[in-house]
């Protein structure tokens, strides 16, 4: 009969068997995907005429963003071949949500802003177009499978063409089971990766496929860096109702989940109607995440009705606008200060310069050392006077924690975020054999 010691000593053993177990039970199955993948391209070889042929998978408009410099830096190589796949924006759990409805926003969009490449990935009822008799050598992604429809999930285009993915949230404190979908992961070829951390975590689930080289982490740099740099001459962006030189962006988070530090939006929504009141040498800019107020409808926390005399009372106020723009960098480039809770858009707007008001700190959270640095250089606000004292101080040109922010800048520049997609191209062109 085992005795109580012997079951303490068995215990940490049996307890790293289970969670090696979890960690291989998504690779043993994405093995044989992966071996599917490589007979295909290497019996296809010759279909696409020495072209490497990339698509883009394009869902969420606002993700294109940390696409759009490699797509701009493959299209001026003349060995790439580019497709636009422009999926709708409407499904979930891999399911349109109305079936009947063939629009598609997402080809409307790329389409109407010039990109001849695009191409509409509805062509019926429930109807997708063949990816697969496209033969693509690269399809790169910026969201996990939830939103994809069945055909265009990772499972399904890892048997016949490389998957890869760029982030389109950037990790920022320590969550481990969060940095990314493991799922997913085990589908991937390659993840672009902005950071040696978020690479390493990939490798460890990912061990026996890398070690297979089925599957890979780059550490490339951070294409949210790149791409606001770059955005720099655009145009004004999202401020065509500003008459002040003073612009503030407000951005909350869409989810009250506490391990993100939820949304300031309960705390703060009649606080920043009050200030575009008391406030009128500044514009303010309401920027929420896309799914903030119909979370928020379907948790309970606000009604419909309630949202759209929100809405009603922006509307009323000349300096306070909703920002209902796609793309945001040229916004970003166009203000003054940024109010945010817990965003991946933390680092793009960190770019400019600008001052920084973050408002849901949680000393709890353990944050990355990038995000450290970055708080460093933003203003931590508890409550509304809070808020108001910072505001009128940046205002009048007081901002003492401007060094601060330069210094954590020029430890970015140092980090090749310049040549983001530079750095993606060549992984593209050295892995095109594999």
Not at 55 to 75: D, G, M
Not at 152 to 170: E, Q, R
Not at 357 to 372: C, H, P, Q
């Amino acid at each position: 009969m085992i005795n109580r010691e012997k079951l303490k000593a068995i215990f940490p053993f049996l307890a790293e068997i289970i969670r090696w177990a979890k960690r291989r039970k998504n690779e043993l199955p994405a093995i044989k995907r992966h071996l599917a993948r490589k007979r295909f391209q290497k019996n296809n070889l010759h279909i696409n005429k020495g072209k490497i042929k990339v698509v883009f998978i394009c869902q969420y408009i606002p993700a294109w963003s940390k696409n759009k410099q490699l797509y701009e830096t493959l299209k001026n190589d003349r060995r790439f071949e580019l497709l636009l796949l422009c999926i709708p924006d409407r499904i979930s759990s891999n399911k349109l949500l109305d079936p009947d409805d063939l629009s598609n926003d997402t080809f409307d969009y790329f389409s109407g802003h010039g990109y001849r490449e695009s191409i509409n990935a509805l062509v019926g009822k429930n109807r997708w177009l063949d990816l697969k008799s496209l033969h693509p050598d690269y399809v790169i992604y910026n969201r996990y499978d939830r939103p994809m429809p069945t055909p265009y999930t990772s499972a399904a285009v890892s048997t016949y063409a490389k998957v890869c993915l760029i982030s389109y949230g950037l990790a920022l404190h320590r969550a481990g089971e969060f940095m990314f979908d493991k799922r997913f992961a085990a589908n991937t070829y390659c993840l672009f990766s902005e950071s040696e951390e978020k690479k390493n975590e990939f490798i460890r689930w990912n061990r026996i496929l890398c070690r297979l080289r089925l599957s890979k982490a780059v550490c490339c740099g951070i294409t949210g860096v790149e791409n606001a740099l770059k955005a720099k001459q655009d145009k004004t962006g999202a401020w065509d109702f500003s008459t002040n030189s003073f612009r503030a962006i407000y951005a909350p988070r869409w989810t009250q989940d506490s391990i993100w530090g939820g949304s300031s939006f309960l705390k703060y929504k009649e606080a920043f109607l009050k200030i575009a009141d008391e406030f009128s040498n500044m514009d303010i800019l309401l920027r929420p995440h896309p799914l903030m107020f119909g979370n928020f409808i379907n948790t309970g926390v606000m009604t419909e009705n309630e949202v759209t005399e929100y809405k009603r009372q922006c509307e009323l106020r000349s300096n306070l606008s909703l920002d209902s723009e796609k793309e945001y960098h040229a916004t970003f480039w166009n203000s003054s200060v940024l109010i945010c809770d817990y965003t991946s858009m933390i680092i793009e707007y960190y770019v400019t310069g600008n001052p920084i008001i973050f408002l849901t700190y949680d000393e709890n959270i353990v944050y990355t050392d990038l995000m450290y640095d970055m708080l460093s250089g933003c203003y931590i606000v508890h409550d509304e006077n809070e808020l108001r004292d910072v505001l009128g101080n940046l205002i009048c040109g007081v901002d003492p924690l401007a060094d601060k922010r330069k210094a954590v800048i020029n430890k970015l520049a140092g980090n090749d975020n310049y040549n983001v997609s530079e750095n993606m191209k060549r992984i593209l062109l050295q892995g095109y054999h594999d």
